[in-house]
């Protein structure tokens, strides 16, 4: 059950960002069944799985008014172009960013995933990023929370 709870609540906390999904893992290495490589796997696929869903609004923004509007604001749509200009036909460099998002959350990876959308960046990178990088950003966090409940 832990598993499945943990699995949903991480893809839920990737689209609403208001969901501390580092606290609940912290709270879920108490729990003690599972070793946190394990959770960190399963938070990982429910992370991508909700990011999807920003990778897929930025990619259809024509169907996205609201998204559509945003980025047609002369400010972003800047940012836009100089983002395209930075990773067109640049993979290697592209996934480094978004394994930095994924990993560090510099830039913010929900952003990242709406950018990694709208610039069409192929799908196996983003997921193949995204997943390593979230994974070993959440295997630190559960290693680090088992690690305290064991001193207390």
Do not use: C, H, N
Not at 59 to 67: D, E, I, N, Q, Y
Not at 81 to 90: A, E, F, L
Not at 122 to 148: D, K, P, Q
Request: proline share 5%; aromatic share 14%; no cysteine.
């Amino acid at each position: 059950m832990l598993l499945l709870t943990t699995f949903l609540y991480s893809a839920g906390a990737a689209v609403a960002a208001f969901m501390a999904l580092e606290a609940y893992l912290a709270v879920a290495a108490l729990d003690g069944t599972y070793p946190p490589v394990v959770l960190a796997a399963v938070a990982a696929a429910g992370q991508i799985t909700g990011k999807l869903l920003w990778y897929w609004a930025g990619a259809g923004t024509t169907r996205l008014p609201w998204l559509r509007r945003k980025l047609e604001a002369p400010k972003v749509a800047a940012a836009m172009t100089r983002w395209r200009d930075r990773t067109d036909g640049r993979p290697v460099y592209t996934g480094a960013v978004l394994l930095a998002s994924a990993f560090a959350g510099i830039p913010p990876f929900m952003v990242m995933s709406v950018v990694a959308g709208v610039l069409r960046v192929r799908m196996w990178l983003f997921l193949s990023t995204g997943l390593v990088g979230r994974f070993f950003r959440f295997w630190i966090v559960l290693e680090a929370a088992e690690y305290a409940w064991f001193l207390l």
